[in-house]
């Protein structure tokens, strides 16, 4: 069998119970990645799914070569997408969420980073000029999570969850540094990140989800509040 090539860039989404949308969307992700000249791999980071999403997963790694499964075995979204950049073997990491796959977003953080303008792109859904098209609820809870980080950790951006993207050399020590995992992992990334003096930019992004939550809102909220002061010790205490 033939090697792949080296992907010049790895795209990293984290999956949970997604049997639903994954084939399709993986399918469709692919299909819609061929306009671009780049080698990709696409690591699908598995965390603790009780459905089929596993079976899928594999289905699609023997159908496209460039999908590669993580399965972490535990519900653990953090620890998930934090894997999965540590193993990422592209020079750009895009990190991106299943029910988003955001083409868009990649085809403008990767010509930021390739112009050298920013280390780290990060798609806001509540800067000027976004686009959130989620319930109201949802909507309020990334603001409210912003602000929150602003207090506890001196956040200076708008938004730190969902789509990323950056150069994996001088980010993936960042990654390493990371003592909190879960909903807050992706926060305590872009605030290490902000800290170092990584050269981050902002864009923003429009969102429009394929499905509700994997995890209900409401369910989510104790296990954040828990690691929102994680986070204030990790960033305050140990620095």
Not at 68 to 88: Q, T
Not at 148 to 175: E, S
Request: charge should be neutral.
């Amino acid at each position: 069998m033939a090697s792949r090539p080296q992907p010049r860039v790895s795209i990293i989404i984290p999956v949970y119970n997604e049997e639903a949308i994954l084939q399709s969307a993986v399918v469709d992700l692919i299909d819609r990645l061929q306009e671009f000249d780049w080698p990709y791999e696409l690591i699908l980071a598995e965390n603790g799914s009780s459905d089929r999403t596993v079976e899928i997963a594999e289905q699609l790694s023997e159908r496209f070569g460039q999908v590669v499964v993580r399965s972490l075995g535990e519900p653990n979204y953090g620890k998930a997408l934090k894997e999965g950049i540590l193993a990422a073997n592209g020079e750009f990491v895009l990190c991106d969420e299943i029910d988003l796959c955001d083409t868009d977003f990649y085809r403008r953080a990767l010509a930021l980073l390739e112009a050298n303008e920013a280390e780290l792109v990060v798609g806001s859904k509540v800067m000027a000029g976004a686009s959130d098209e989620r319930p109201i609820l949802r909507h309020t809870a990334t603001i409210i999570l912003n602000g929150m980080l602003r207090v506890a950790v001196g956040f200076k951006g708008t938004d730190t969850h969902g789509l990323k993207a950056f150069r994996r050399a001088p980010l993936v020590d960042i990654a390493r540094q990371c003592l909190v995992d879960k909903d807050l992992f992706a926060s305590e990334f872009v605030i290490r990140a902000e800290r170092a003096g990584i050269r981050i930019k902002e864009i923003p992004i429009r969102v429009l989800e394929k499905r509700p939550p994997s995890v209900h809102l409401f369910r989510r909220v104790p296990n954040v509040l828990k690691n929102m002061a994680k986070l204030f010790v990790a960033i305050r205490v140990k620095g």
